[in-house]
DNA sequence: CGAGATTTTGAGAGCCTTCAAAGGCGGTGG
DNA sequence: CCACCGCCTTTGAAGGCTCTCAAAATCTCG
């Protein structure tokens, strides 16, 4: 997408701060006091949230360039909390930071909205799925998603990739238990529509994996065209 | 929120056509040609998928003043059909005059933005709830966000109100069957947590359904104070 | 008043969970 | 460099929550 030289520096005043971050730590917990968001500068990341049964639901994988805790911007305590899946850099800023931004560079507010846009039509087809799809098409869906966002940052990826979870937090994510999540892996191998080794997943049938996983991809079909140009 | 007089004025600006939709009329289908946005003004409307074996997940309800079919600021295709419930009346407009909303009041882009956030946290808590909750707490959880948004526009109501869905519709929102759904609410109503009649649902026991649904009301705890005063 | 849609109820099946335990892998300390 | 330990993966068996199928009862609307 073609922005102003600008507009480039705008955004990337956002970016002025780091903060380092170990796998496995956390940048914020649920019910925490907030009021900054993040840029994911590098590494994944995840959010979740706990259920009082102790179970978890992890509503978002985050991969660099997605802004993280958007949700502050409305709530004084954090809806979600947010862990590091990899080692990882977050770059804060103030929530205001965000308003001054869109003050003043008001085409990266329409930016913004279309970004948040995609995002919410992901999370749309991830409820259709834990309300209507099978365990096998979750975890082949989580699979093919984690692919294409991995694509967006090292585009030597093609069908063998690095699955950086457990079981345990792919099951999390699909609504599924560990055990279950297993069972279906093994599945998709004896279909020979994946093989796995050493947490690394190759696609063996990219095609027979969207089929079963009803897999639609919403980085396509994008329409862009009615921003307004820069100045 | 306090609003300016101007920024009013540019906001109803978007309200200025109408479309009058009657009950089970179809604002658009899934991979509709799309380039118009709506503001709902009037009625009671949903978004839904249809998956490929013909069931439906019912993404989202859509009230009086909720923004439709956002995703068709980014998407050529419709990714999301949308029905009307009740009669209904929409203000359809075009989604770059979102852009030049954007331009001349940037303030309403932030609070656009807000609103958004709020919507996706209720996503969120949706997609919780799928992966994880009973399907007691769902139907229970659709009943009180029901009840809550329905306040929003009907000051009156407090423990009853007619929930303008069939039990099947109830089932596509919360991901079961019709006749799960209905021995769901007959648990409801043999444990006093609601009573049911003629369509109209009455809250016995508004703590313990709460306590049922596992329910947060985002809609509290909102903080608005960053966003700057208005000119 | 009749027809179609919706609600209700029962019985049986299946997908996924729970519980349990063994095997594998990496990482750490001696 | 090896042994040990914890976490993760894998596998089996049994149970339960929800689905499917079927049919009757009730409701709504023309």
Redesign the interface.
Same mark, same amino acid.
């Given at each position: 997408m073609a922005l102003t030289a600008e507009e480039r520096a705008a955004l990337a005043g956002l970016e002025e701060q780091e903060r380092h971050l170990r796998r496995g730590a956390t940048l914020q917990r649920e019910r925490d006091r907030v009021?900054e968001l993040f840029i994911l500068s590098k590494g994944i990341m995840m959010s979740f949230?706990l259920?009082?049964?102790g179970?978890?639901?992890i509503?978002?994988f985050l991969f660099p360039g997605d802004m993280l805790a958007?949700?502050n911007?409305?709530?004084?305590?954090a809806?979600?909390a947010i862990v590091a899946l990899t080692d990882a850099i977050v770059c804060p800023f103030?929530?205001?930071a965000?308003?001054?931004l869109?003050?003043?560079h008001?085409?990266l507010?329409?930016v913004?909205?279309?970004h *948040?846009?995609?995002? %919410?039509?992901a999370?749309? &087809?991830?409820?259709?799925a834990?309300?209507?799809?099978s365990a096998k098409a979750r975890v082949a869906a989580l699979l093919l998603e984690w692919r294409n966002r991995l694509r967006n940052t090292d585009k030597g990826i093609s069908t063998v990739f690095t699955l950086g979870l457990t079981q345990e937090e792919i099951g999390d994510a699909?609504?599924l238990t560990a055990v279950h999540v297993n069972r279906m892996l093994r599945q998709l191998e004896e279909e020979a529509l994946i093989s796995r080794k050493a947490g690394r997943v190759t696609f063996l049938d990219e095609r027979g994996l969207v089929r079963a996983a *009803?897999y639609i991809d %919403?980085h396509d079909?994008? &329409?862009?065209s009615?921003?307004?140009p820069g100045r």
């Open positions: 009021s949230v259920l009082d049964d179970s978890r639901q509503l978002r958007a949700a911007l409305v709530y004084r305590e809806p979600e103030e929530r205001d965000l308003g001054a869109v003050e003043s008001p085409r507010a329409a913004i909205l279309m *948040h846009q995609i995002e %919410r039509v999370l749309t &087809d991830r409820l259709a834990l309300g209507r799809a699909t609504g *009803h %919403r079909g994008l &329409d862009l009615w921003l307004p």
